[in-house]
Structures are given as structure tokens and as C-alpha cells.
Nanobody, 121 residues
Framework: QVQLVESGGGAVQAGGSLRLLCEAS????????MRWYRRAPGKEREPVAG???????NYADSVKGRFTISRDNAKNTVFLQMNSLKPEDTAVYYC???????????????WGQGTQVTVSS
């Protein structure tokens, strides 16, 4: 069964740091883009950061300079290092990845179950 599993969420005070991890598992041939999204209470889900296989990244303006996305292609894993956290970063963070499946070599977009990040002032 192909799936994405996130970990690393938690509760921190403003100014603190957290590192999120998302691992893809199952019958995967390769992984194209990997992304992090978040959904804050009462708001729509929004993109946070993305990274393609060769390492080119992009970020939402609200997190530039504070968050860093990276990936380990050998381990099918994407990370999100979050520094200088603010209360407005409080949200459920979701991993998203474009997985090329071994079964048919088609690329399918998968989502993780989400991990809660809470930043207190």
C-alpha cells in the first residue's frame, strides 16, 4: 500500500523550531515533486513549500527565510525545518507528493494524514 506518513508536529512557543518529516512507502518507482501544505483553523489549505527531485525549491512569502524544505531521495523522505515560528504558523501541516507507481508507472498525487503544529505566544 502506497502512503505518506508525516511526523514531527507538536507545540512550541513563538520563536521556537520544529522539524517535520514525511516518508513515502510502498511500491514506488520514483517521486517527482514533494510539497508541504497547511490548513489553519477557519482557513483554506494553502501551499507552504515545494521541492522537485533535483532540489529546486519554492516557498510561500509568509515562510521565506524561516522555513527550509529538503528531501532525501534515497529514503523517499521530505523534511520541513521550521524556525522562528509564529502563532500564525499554527495549522495542520500536510505532505503531498507526486508518486510514480511501480504497478503502472503512472504518476499519482498522494496526501499524508496531517500533523498538528501549534505555536503559542
Amino acid at each position: 500500500q502506497v502512503q505518506l506518513v508525516e511526523s514531527g508536529g507538536g507545540a512550541v512557543q513563538a520563536g521556537g523550531s520544529l522539524r517535520l518529516l514525511c516518508e513515502a512507502s510502498g511500491s514506488i518507482f520514483s517521486i517527482d515533486a514533494m510539497r508541504w501544505y497547511r490548513r489553519a483553523p477557519g482557513k483554506e489549505r494553502e501551499p507552504v513549500a515545494g521541492i522537485i527531485k533535483i532540489g529546486i525549491t519554492n516557498y510561500a512569502d509568509s515562510v521565506k527565510g524561516r522555513f527550509t524544505i529538503s528531501r532525501d531521495n534515497a529514503k523517499n523522505t521530505v523534511f520541513l525545518q521550521m524556525n522562528s515560528l509564529k502563532p500564525e504558523d499554527t495549522a495542520v501541516y500536510y505532505c503531498n507528493a507526486d508518486l510514480r507507481l511501480r504497478s503502472n508507472y503512472k504518476t499519482v498525487s498522494y496526501w499524508g494524514q496531517g500533523t498538528q503544529v501549534t505555536v503559542s505566544s
